[in-house]
Each structure stands twice: as C-alpha cells, then as structure tokens.
Nanobody, 124 residues
Framework: VQLVESGGGLVQAGGSLRLSCVAS????????LGWFRQAPGKDREFVAA????????LYADSVKGRFTISRDNAKNAVYLQMNSLKPEDTAVYYC??????????????????WGQGTQVTVSS
C-alpha cells in the first residue's frame, strides 16, 4: 500500500490549503483514513479522521471548525480542507490508514499505513 500526499505549501495566516492523499495498491474503502501532523521538535499529533463511508468524522480541538476532512472511495482518496490557517498549524502533514474502518483512533501507533508527508508553512 502506498499513500501519497499533495497540496502542501506556503500560505499567509488566515489563508486556506487543501491537502490530498491518494492510495494505491489496495482499496481503502474499508479503512479509517486520517491526517496527522508533526512540527519540528514535537511529537506527531492527530488532526482528523473519517470512517470508511464518510459517515462520521473526528477532529482535534485545535482544528475543529477550521479544518474539514472528506474522502472519495471511488478515487481511493482522502482530503483535508484547511481554512483560517494559523502559524501554529505549520507542520509536516501525513495521511494514514487504519483497519477496521468504523473505529476512529487518535494514536499514531494504531495506524497501519502512512504517507511520506507534505509540508505546510503558515507565515504570520
């Protein structure tokens, strides 16, 4: 299984970015898909997750109301729409997949597959 993120970049505070993650090698429709991030010198932290059919989502308190996770099983993809970005959102963002697809976990160690990450930098 390979997960490939894209969409990162440099944006000013208050701006928006949309991250994408496309999977190959396996159909991910039975997996929870999630986003994590890691800032320099910090642990990898949970950002958001979505169940196998998109019926339920879960967000970290720090991004609730600003970020939206969605998925398209036909494209084997998950997305993260990030609005009202803040400098503290600066990090490498990773997508991840976990089985089974109906239990959303927030611990990185629980996830089975990971992408290589995409850098998001928010300037003040």
């Amino acid at each position: 299984v390979q997960l490939v993120e894209s969409g990162g970049g440099l944006v000013q505070a208050g701006g928006s970015l949309r991250l994408s993650c496309v999977a190959s090698g396996r159909q991910m429709s039975s997996y929870v898909l999630g986003w994590f991030r890691q800032a320099p010198g910090k642990d990898r932290e949970f950002v958001a997750a979505i169940t196998w059919n998109g019926g339920r989502t879960l967000y970290a308190d720090s991004v609730k109301g600003r970020f939206t996770i969605s998925r398209d099983n036909a494209k084997n993809a998950v997305y993260l729409q990030m609005n009202s970005l803040k400098p503290e959102d600066t990090a490498v963002y990773y997508c991840a997949a976990d089985f089974p697809g109906h239990i959303m976990l927030t611990e990185a160690a629980e996830y089975d597959y990971w992408g290589q990450g995409t850098q998001v930098t928010v300037s003040s």
